[in-house]
């Protein structure tokens, strides 16, 4: 049994705001710097032997920080919204297709979730190992198919998973597709 978390990054003025940050490098928020060494406290109280990260500055400078073996992984960056990466919902024109099927729906210039979901799940998988906890430091939609997966949720299901920044999850991995879920979501910091 391996013990996995999942946290999601801090806060970000795009998210915020409304608007998918897809493949954008923004940072943490000013607010969320303030809040991340309670939460660096809390992560480095449950014995974390190692890091996996996105490779966006949202996730790997705090990943970093961390002071652990870090591995980074470009299958855990966020879903690429292309053309409306930080743009809020509220004033993309014309999503009706993709909000009818998000998960085989494909921005413009962007990729489908369930693309997302598959390399998202293969980096994770590729990188388990012993018994040691792990922790992935990513992004929302990067952890719903890692969670997702583990838990034998569909994809459409995924979609309906909240996670807020620096929510954490605790997964005990039993196999390549099998977990048990012991908290989700959890407000650190």
């Known amino acids: 049994m391996t013990p996995l978390f999942l946290l999601r990054h801090g806060p970000t003025a795009a998210s915020q705001a409304g608007a998918p940050l897809g493949r954008l490098d923004l940072p943490v928020t000013t607010e969320g710097e303030r809040r ?11 014995g974390i ?7 966006l500055i949202r996730s790997r400078l705090h990943a970093e920080d961390l002071g652990l073996p870090m591995l ?5 960056a966020e879903q690429a919204f292309g053309d409306w990466d930080g743009i809020p919902w509220s004033e993309i024109k014309g999503a009706e297709s993709f909000f009818a ?3 085989l729906g494909c921005p413009p210039s962007g990729e489908p979730f369930a ?7 293969q980096a994770v998988q590729g990188a388990l190992g012993g018994e040691d906890p792990i922790l992935v430091l990513a992004h929302g939609g990067t952890l719903r198919a890692i969670l997702a997966h583990f838990m034998g949720m569909s994809l459409d299901r995924a979609l309906d ?13 039993h196999g390549p597709n099998k977990a048990v879920l012991r908290f989700h979501n959890q407000a650190l910091g």
């Open 72 to 76: 980074v992984l470009e299958g855990l």
């Open 115 to 121: 693309r997302c979901a598959s390399r998202a799940v």
């Open 161 to 173: 998973l909240a996670w807020q920044p620096f929510g954490l999850s605790r997964l005990e991995v």
């Open 101 to 103: 099927n998000p998960v």
């Open 36 to 46: 991340w060494p309670l939460v660096k406290a809390q992560l480095l109280n449950r």
């Open 49 to 55: 032997a190692r890091v996996l990260c996105s490779p």
